[in-house]
Antibody, heavy 120, light 106 residues
Framework: QLQLQESGPGLVKPSETLSLTCAVSGGSISSSTDYWGWIRQPPGKGLEWIGIIYHSGSTQYSPSLKSRITISVDTSKNEFSLKLISVTAADTAVYFCARYTTASGWFDPWGQGTLVTVSS | DIQMTQSPSSVSASVGDRVTITCRAS?????LAWYQQKPGKVPKLLIYATSSLQSGVPSRFSGSGSGTDFTLTISSLQPEDFATYYC?????????FGQGTRLEIK
């Protein structure tokens, strides 16, 4: 059964870089049919798509975050990562990673999510 | 960007009720997904490709629609269905979610 697990610091200072990794188990990140994505949810708010990546390294990013984010993949470790630079309090959120199926575009399964707080 | 607007934003209903949540896209889309999220929990995929029921999801959930108007219907509410529901389009990038519909117990 495919499982995803986020990891990374739970507290980041303003203006610094948020770095998260999503470890994929129970399946290969090099699957030809799947992309791998990041979604976030500020406390008490809705879901916001951040971006997706294919095992080849091809990416799609949210336009509102594009200037600040990098999503990368490490097929040897079966994991992918998110970097978000110049964070502010507005980037405080639960960050989820998920498999994205391109056939008609949905996210499943999801990682359990990790809360990242931006604060000094 | 394709904007997804859900209605209502919140709804109160009783166990056994039939509930319909609507998701309207700002332009025509081919496919829609629906998710259920309970407080503090991970979003759960209910419906993909507009009307396909994800494995393990009870058959009281159904999805329909085309073009710009889509619906999620719960035929007979159960206590475990009280949650927030989100629609999501992937017709074009950026992928966008609706703002959510909170389903509360009356």
């Amino acid at each position: 059964q495919l499982q995803l697990q986020e990891s990374g610091p739970g507290l980041v200072k303003p203006s610094e870089t948020l770095s998260l990794t999503c470890a994929v188990s129970g399946g290969s990140i090099s699957s030809s049919t799947d992309y791998w994505g990041w979604i976030r949810q500020p406390p008490g708010k809705g879901l916001e798509w951040i971006g997706i990546i294919y095992h080849s390294g091809s990416t799609q990013y949210s336009p509102s975050l594009k200037s600040r984010i990098t999503i990368s993949v490490d097929t040897s470790k079966n994991e992918f990562s998110l970097k978000l630079i110049s964070v502010t309090a507005a980037d405080t959120a639960v960050y989820f990673c998920a498999r994205y199926t391109t056939a008609s575009g949905w996210f499943d399964p999801w990682g359990q999510g990790t809360l990242v707080t931006v604060s000094s | 960007d394709i904007q997804m607007t859900q209605s209502p934003s919140s709804v109160s209903a009783s166990v056994g009720d039939r509930v319909t949540i609507t998701c309207r896209a700002s332009q025509g889309i081919r496919w829609l997904a629906w998710y259920q999220q309970k407080p503090g929990k991970v979003p759960k995929l209910l419906i993909y490709a507009t009307s396909s029921l994800q494995s393990g999801v009870p058959s009281r959930f159904s999805g329909s629609g085309s073009g710009t108007d889509f619906t999620l219907t719960i035929s007979s509410l159960q206590p475990e269905d009280f949650a927030t529901y989100y629609c999501q389009q992937a017709n074009s990038f950026p992928i966008t979610f609706g703002q959510g519909t909170r389903l509360e117990i009356k």
